[in-house]
């Protein structure tokens, strides 16, 4: 199972951090990442991370947003700055056994939390 929490309403140039802990059969938790949808898009890969902290990001947010994660409290973090209107969407936790980047970007992630929803005004 996996618990997001942070999402809020920011103005353009904030900040916000996203948490997302997972529970239950977390020994066999690989890469951990978040996801976006906003209105009317699909939704898209943000960030993810591997259990010994290798990450990758969707372009929009490099330079602005990090992903970290604390392997033994099982949470991943989504540290975002300089936010913009653009950013506004229903942010996803989601995990997989695989520890490997460019698998789960292939074939999926296997758990998902509930969205928490971030929106950056202008």
């Known amino acids: 199972q996996l618990q997001a929490s942070g999402g809020g309403l920011v103005q353009t140039g904030g900040s916000l951090r996203l948490s997302c802990a997972a529970s239950?059969?977390?020994?066999?938790?690989?890469?951990m990442g978040w996801y976006r949808q906003a209105p009317g898009k699909q939704r898209e890969p943000v960030a993810k991370?591997?259990?010994?902290?290798?990450?990758n990001y969707v372009d929009s947010v490099k330079g602005r947003f990090t992903i970290s994660r604390d392997n033994a409290k099982n949470t991943v973090y989504l540290q975002m700055n300089t936010l913009k209107p653009e950013d506004t969407a229903v942010y996803y936790c989601?995990?997989?056994?695989?520890?490997?980047?460019?698998?789960?970007?292939?074939?999926?992630?296997?758990?998902w939390g509930k969205g928490t929803q971030v929106t950056v005004s202008s």
């Open positions: 991370i591997t259990r010994g902290g290798i990450t």
């Open positions: 239950g059969s977390v020994f066999s938790i690989g890469v």
């Open positions: 989601a995990a997989d056994r695989d520890n490997d980047l460019e698998r789960t970007s292939l074939y999926g992630m296997e758990y």
